[in-house]
């Protein structure tokens, strides 16, 4: 089924749409992927759940994101949900201006599970995944992705985004 392009008033536009979904928290996640050229990634604005049998989840990603190749290619990714301290992880993928590709990786100690996208150090999680579907919509790439692997460390803080802020 289309979605129908129906409204029963004016089209929000995309600066107060983040507005309206920023009132919701959300644990801060970097999507990982092994890449051609080596890790690759993005921050996670959206991703989720989709059902738990199977277990399969749900992450959105811009077409132009440098990721979305990689992640296309290599049919796996990981969601990786930081912890405080990885604060200094996240906010090298939120910098603009600042490293590209696995320039974003330097220095971090990581692991791989079963679909070796790599997983991140400072994390309260991680959902290593296989690509189930791809859903291209309005120049996002929609991945539904089968959980495979996963970790969780209950004795992490997690960090959290709400409001536009990072809470610790």
């Known amino acids: ?65 440098s990721a979305a190749a990689d992640l296309l290619a290599r049919q796996a990714f990981a969601i990786n949900y930081l912890s405080v301290e990885g604060r200094a992880v996240l906010d090298v993928f939120m910098m603009r201006d600042g490293p590209k590709g696995a320039a974003r990786f330097e220095g971090l100690d990581m692991r791989t599970l079963a679909t070796g996208a790599p997983v991140l150090p400072d994390i309260t999680g991680v959902l290593d995944c296989r690509v189930d579907e791809v859903i291209e919509r309005y120049g996002v790439y929609l991945v539904v992705g089968r959980i495979v692997a996963f970790e969780n460390f209950k004795d992490q803080r997690p960090l959290v985004h709400y409001q536009g802020q990072v809470l610790t």
């Open 1 to 65: 089924m289309q979605p129908t392009a129906e409204s029963d008033g004016p089209e929000i536009d995309p600066r107060a749409f983040w507005g309206a979904i920023g009132c919701r928290a959300v644990g801060a996640a970097i999507v990982t992927v092994a890449g051609e050229n080596g890790p690759s990634g993005f921050l996670a604005l959206s991703a989720t759940h989709l059902t738990a049998s199977p277990p399969t989840v749900t992450v959105s990603l811009d077409k132009k994101t």
